[in-house]
């Protein structure tokens, strides 16, 4: 077994980036940065982790697993859309993983949802037929027996045959409120009903998506010096725990570590495109990357 090294990373003095298995990308800030980081590379692309120490050209911050490139022709991919702009940074993010993973031999689908329209709202109309107490409606079981009859409305179920056909779901979003937006929720609410991706007690490890990869990419509009656990909007790992345990998790999914692209908007266009660039290459080898451990003490500590 190689060694293991853990990497911490400083971007400001007293700001300890000590963090756990994410691979995030760092922009200097146009204003406010001083003299003493200038030598900074840019964008930094940092996995500061427990990790394998990695080969060359390895992607620091991830285990791996022993994927053929043959095993990863015919993997399938939805990619889970939410951006007002296609020619959006989240856009681009979109556009390259597309492209890398069609590169590979990955049946690639997108879930664009505002191209699509996509209705966030859980409502009755999602219910294709009589509901089973017509005198006092509850979502959740209409739903559930909805989809157990194979009774809910042909959007919902479109998404749900993607889902189910797909070995990796990316989710592509910027972050609204320390979670996904509305658009993106409303899928989430829809898409991932009871019957459909779990069941009680089939759960977390026992969840009906199990055996399928999940992986957020997302940017922010903070810098990463904020999503400390000094910073101003507190550890970054916070705001995944509903997402990615909460969520993902619940309905069986083994979650591989984020991406995140902190603070685009205040980074160069030499920059972003970097940011891209970095996004491309590891999904190079995304396939052998390891789940992370989707438990308390990732998100929390010890």
């Given at each position: 077994?190689?060694?293991?090294?853990?990497?911490r990373?400083r971007?400001?003095?007293?700001?300890?980036l000590?963090?756990?298995?994410t691979?995030?990308i760092?922009?200097k800030?146009?204003?406010?940065l001083?003299?003493?980081?200038?030598?900074?590379?840019?964008?930094?692309?940092?996995?500061?982790?427990?990790?394998?120490?990695?080969r060359?050209g390895?992607?620091?911050?991830?285990?791996?697993?022993?994927?053929?490139?043959?095993?990863?022709?015919?993997?399938?991919?939805l990619?889970?859309?939410?951006?007002q702009?296609p020619?959006?940074?989240?856009?681009s993010?979109?556009?390259?993983?597309?492209?890398?993973?069609s590169r590979q031999?990955?049946?690639?689908?997108?879930?664009?949802?505002?191209?699509?329209?996509?209705?966030?709202?859980?409502?009755?109309?999602?219910?294709?037929?009589?509901v089973?107490?017509?005198?006092?409606?509850?979502?959740?079981?209409?739903?559930?027996?909805?989809c157990?009859?194979?009774?809910?409305?042909?959007?919902?179920?479109e998404?749900?045959?993607?889902?189910?056909?797909?070995?990796?779901?990316?989710?592509?979003?910027?972050?609204?409120?320390?979670?996904?937006p509305?658009?993106?929720?409303g899928?989430m609410?829809?898409?991932?009903?009871?019957?459909?991706?779990?069941?009680?007690?089939?759960?977390?490890?026992?969840?009906?998506?199990?055996?399928?990869l999940a992986l957020?990419?997302?940017t922010t509009?903070?810098?990463?010096?904020?999503?400390?656990r000094?910073?101003?909007?507190g550890?970054?790992?916070?705001?995944?725990?509903p997402?990615?345990?909460?969520a993902?998790?619940?309905?069986?999914?083994?979650?591989?570590?984020?991406?995140i692209?902190?603070?685009?908007?205040?980074?160069?266009e030499?920059e972003r495109?970097?940011m891209?660039a970095?996004?491309a290459?590891r999904?190079?080898?995304i396939?052998?990357e390891?789940?992370?451990?989707?438990?308390p003490?990732?998100?929390?500590?010890h």
């Amino acid at each position: 077994m190689p060694p293991r090294v853990y990497i911490r990373g400083r971007l400001e003095s007293g700001v300890d980036l000590g963090l756990e298995s994410t691979h995030i990308i760092f922009t200097k800030q146009r204003r406010g940065l001083d003299s003493a980081h200038s030598s900074l590379p840019l964008p930094l692309l940092l996995s500061l982790t427990d990790c394998w120490v990695p080969r060359r050209g390895q992607l620091p911050g991830t285990q791996r697993r022993n994927t053929s490139p043959h095993a990863m022709a015919g993997k399938k991919v939805l990619i889970v859309y939410a951006h007002q702009e296609p020619k959006s940074f989240n856009g681009s993010l979109k556009r390259v993983a597309v492209e890398e993973l069609s590169r590979q031999g990955c049946a690639v689908t997108v879930s664009d949802l505002y191209a699509m329209d996509f209705e966030p709202r859980a409502t009755r109309k999602d219910i294709a037929g009589a509901v089973s107490n017509p005198e006092v409606f509850s979502y959740g079981v209409e739903a559930y027996e909805a989809c157990k009859k194979r009774c809910l409305t042909s959007d919902i179920l479109e998404e749900q045959k993607k889902v189910q056909e797909a070995d990796l779901v990316i989710f592509q979003f910027p972050l609204y409120w320390f979670s996904v937006p509305a658009i993106m929720k409303g899928w989430m609410d829809r898409v991932l009903c009871q019957g459909f991706a779990f069941d009680f007690p089939g759960i977390y490890d026992a969840g009906f998506l199990k055996g399928k990869l999940a992986l957020l990419s997302l940017t922010t509009g903070g810098t990463a010096e904020m999503y400390t656990r000094t910073g101003a909007s507190g550890d970054f790992r916070y705001f995944l725990w509903p997402l990615q345990h909460g969520a993902l998790h619940f309905c069986g999914f083994q979650v591989l570590a984020p991406q995140i692209s902190f603070a685009p908007e205040y980074a160069s266009e030499e920059e972003r495109k970097a940011m891209v660039a970095s996004w491309a290459q590891r999904l190079k080898t995304i396939w052998q990357e390891k789940p992370i451990q989707c438990t308390p003490p990732w998100y929390f500590g010890h």
